[in-house]
T-cell receptor, first 114, second 115 residues
Framework: ETGVTQTPRHLVMGMTNKKSLKCEQH?????MYWYKQSAKKPLELMFV???????ENNSVPSRFSPECPNSSHLFLHLHTLQPEDSALYLC?????????????FGEGSWLTVV | AQSVTQLGSHVSVSEGALVLLRCNYS??????LFWYVQYPNQGLQLLLK??????LVKGINGFEAEFKKSETSFHLTKPSAHMSDAAEYFC?????????????FGKGTSLLVTP
């Protein structure tokens, strides 16, 4: 399944670095999501974009900055992160924001903050 | 708020045995319910979902789940476990906000299959 592609798969960054995670969906969907998956915690919804407009920001610290330049691409810009931000970051997409729609996930980007 | 609770963070079964992974939901309205599977070093893949209609839902890889409103449950089952079923399983409910729906996930259940 290559419907949602994330790069890089692994990233190690220092607390003063600036890096970006990239997501591309090839499904023609109108909604895209960033989720954070940490050990021993449920998946956390971070941001939601619908038709390239950010419609949800679930109290995410400003050191995470999303960008959606078009309906196929989603970025997560990272700066001055903390070690507790180390996690698997999952990008996902769905046809729209309907309740019964399937959300398709990418394979994730493993982030380690040192 | 709509949420799901997965009972048992770890479940171990023998190969060929019945798989039963439990999920209970809380919702004041008819829910949309999902089961996802995550294999090591991979993203989440949809196993099955319940939206409306038939309460017994069949999914991929021989899994099925039954929506029971009276018990607020959506347990996942497979008659005979295979070694390749070892993975993390997540139950989720679709939650409505002003801008539309998104998934709220349970904490996950790790399935171990022993020979």
């Amino acid at each position: 399944e290559t419907g949602v592609t994330q790069t890089p798969r692994h990233l190690v960054m220092g607390m003063t670095n600036k890096k970006s995670l990239k997501c591309e969906q090839h499904l023609g969907h109108n909604a895209m999501y960033w989720y954070k998956q940490s050990a021993k915690k449920p998946l956390e919804l971070m941001f939601v974009y619908s038709l390239e407009e950010r419609v949800e920001n679930n109290s995410v610290p400003s050191r995470f900055s999303p960008e959606c330049p078009n309906s196929s691409h989603l970025f997560l810009h990272l700066h001055t992160l903390q070690p507790e931000d180390s996690a698997l970051y999952l990008c996902a997409s769905s046809q729209d924001r309907g309740g019964g729609n399937t959300i398709y996930f990418g394979e994730g980007s493993w982030l380690t903050v040192v | 708020a709509q949420s799901v609770t997965q009972l048992g963070s770890h479940v171990s079964v023998s190969e060929g045995a019945l798989v039963l992974l439990r999920c209970n939901y809380s919702s004041s309205v008819p829910p949309y319910l999902f089961w996802y599977v995550q294999y090591p070093n991979q993203g989440l893949q949809l196993l099955l979902k319940y939206t409306t209609g038939a309460t017994l839902v069949k999914g991929i890889n021989g899994f099925e789940a039954e929506f029971k409103k009276s018990e607020t449950s959506f347990h996942l089952t497979k008659p005979s476990a295979h070694m390749s079923d070892a993975a993390e399983y997540f139950c989720a409910v679709s939650v409505s906000s002003n801008s539309g729906y998104a998934l709220n996930f349970g904490k996950g259940t790790s399935l171990l299959v022993t020979p």
